[in-house]
């Protein structure tokens, strides 16, 4: 495996990883995102954070057309996926922790989040034999296809705005 000297100990911004052997691998190194948060653009390369590396701070975002596998300790409160791969190994926060995906995201460890964000184009595939907690009955199934499901509330707002229209009428 390369080595991560392009990523420093404090990432107040922005890290581009590199490598001339494509992927980076780091399994005992603490990673502190600054204030604002930080990013990690993996450039096309396969980046590594296996157990052993902590990742702290606020905000974690993903970007470059690699992949990212994080392992160790995440204790940031909102990973953002927004370019390539990333594959989730290890548990987010303390369970208040939010998952934002505008690209590839596997979650191949047991999470509990506040929030899981899906964007148009992106795919979320969770590991083998991690139950979905979420309300099957509306559509919410990962083992073979999940049923589409309209906007909450949608159908709600259609149905009370019929009902303006029809009690207009009556008073005419």
Request: proline letters at 2%.
């Amino acid at each position: 495996a390369g080595n991560i000297t392009e990523v420093a100990e404090v990432v107040p911004s922005r890290c581009v990883c590199g490598s001339s052997e494509r992927t980076v691998t780091t399994a005992a190194r603490t990673l502190t995102l600054g204030a604002g948060g930080g990013q990690i653009d993996t450039n096309g390369n396969a980046v590594n954070l296996n157990t052993g590396s902590t990742v702290t701070g606020t905000t974690l975002t993903k970007t470059g057309s690699g992949t990212l596998t994080l392992a160790g300790t995440q204790t940031y409160a909102t990973l953002t996926v927004s370019g390539g791969t990333t594959n989730l190994n290890s548990a987010l926060g303390t369970g208040m922790s939010a998952v934002i995906a505008n690209a590839t995201t596997n979650i191949n460890v047991s999470q509990t989040l506040a929030a899981l964000t899906i964007g148009i184009g992106a795919t979320v595939t969770f590991g083998d034999g991690l139950a979905f907690a979420g309300e099957p009955e509306k559509g919410a199934g990962f083992g073979g296809s999940a049923a589409l499901v309209p906007e909450p509330g949608a159908l709600g707002l259609l149905t009370v705005a019929a009902l303006g229209l029809l009690a207009r009428r009556r008073r005419a």
